[in-house]
């Protein structure tokens, strides 16, 4: 799914609503900007890296804690094994 968007004159951009509902992304949510090495503009949903490890996959929440699937099971260990 492309879109073309112009830029703002404070360099803005809006997300088209179909692309955002798509992506399930909302009014607060943060995304990364990455200038590619070609010249691309990647925006990515901002995902916080997991408090433990530093780990970006699969990261859940727990209350306001994003923690990696192994560093939540090395913690279930500790806790309750
Ligand atoms: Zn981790």
Same mark, same amino acid.
Not at 10 to 22: C, L, N
Not at 27 to 35: I, K, R, S, W, Y
Not at 60 to 68: E, L, M, P, T
């Given at each position: 799914?492309? *879109?073309?968007?112009k830029?703002s004159?404070? @360099?803005?951009?809006t =997300?088209? *609503?179909d692309i955002?509902a798509?992506?399930?992304?909302?009014? %607060?949510d943060?995304?990364? #900007? !990455?200038?590619?090495?070609?010249?691309d #503009? =990647?925006i @990515?949903r901002?995902?916080?890296p997991? @408090?433990?490890?530093g780990?970006?996959?699969? =990261? *859940?929440r727990f %209350?306001?804690?994003? =923690?990696?699937?192994?560093c939540? !099971?090395?913690?279930?260990?500790?806790v309750? %094994?």
């Amino acid at each position: 799914m492309t *879109k073309y968007k112009k830029l703002s004159k404070g @360099r803005s951009v809006t =997300i088209p *609503k179909d692309i955002a509902a798509h992506l399930n992304l909302n009014a %607060g949510d943060a995304v990364d #900007l !990455t200038a590619a090495g070609n010249g691309d #503009l =990647i925006i @990515r949903r901002h995902l916080e890296p997991c @408090r433990f490890c530093g780990g970006t996959e699969n =990261i *859940k929440r727990f %209350g306001d804690i994003s =923690i990696c699937p192994l560093c939540a !099971t090395k913690m279930y260990q500790e806790v309750c %094994g």
